[in-house]
Nanobody
């Protein structure tokens, strides 16, 4: 079993920044045995959408187009923690943000079904 706990959400004005954290733990979790961590978000009435992902070993990152240049993902392997740094936030970034763990490699990072465990989410609200 793997537990993922997000933190760092909150209310921020447009143009502001937030940094989300996601800590992974559990008997079956070891960063060097899992492929990657993803960040997703879901706004009310909308489907969950991919934000970005990072591979544990290589640190390779992937982003959806609308956040490229504004968001960045990093990881601290020693702490089993992944970060989502969000800059130049826009009202349309308002959503519940989730982190998710993917056990095995695949070239597809955008699909929620590819991930094995999910956190409970942290709310990000951007006011105009």
């Amino acid at each position: 079993q793997v537990q993922l706990v997000e933190s760092g959400g909150g209310l921020v004005q447009a143009g502001g920044s937030l940094r989300l954290s996601c800590v992974a733990s559990g008997r079956t979790f070891s960063w060097d045995a899992w492929d990657s961590m993803g960040w997703f978000r879901q706004a009310p009435g909308k489907e969950r959408e991919f934000v970005g992902a990072i591979r544990w070993r290589a640190g390779t990152t992937y982003y959806r187009g609308s956040v490229k240049g504004r968001f960045s993902i990093s990881r601290d392997n020693a702490k089993n923690t992944v970060y989502l740094q969000m800059n130049s936030l826009k009202p349309e970034d308002t959503a519940l943000y989730y982190c998710a763990a993917k056990r095995y490699y695949s070239s597809v990072y955008e699909l929620p079904a590819k991930y094995d465990y999910w956190g409970q989410g942290t709310q990000v609200t951007v006011s105009s």
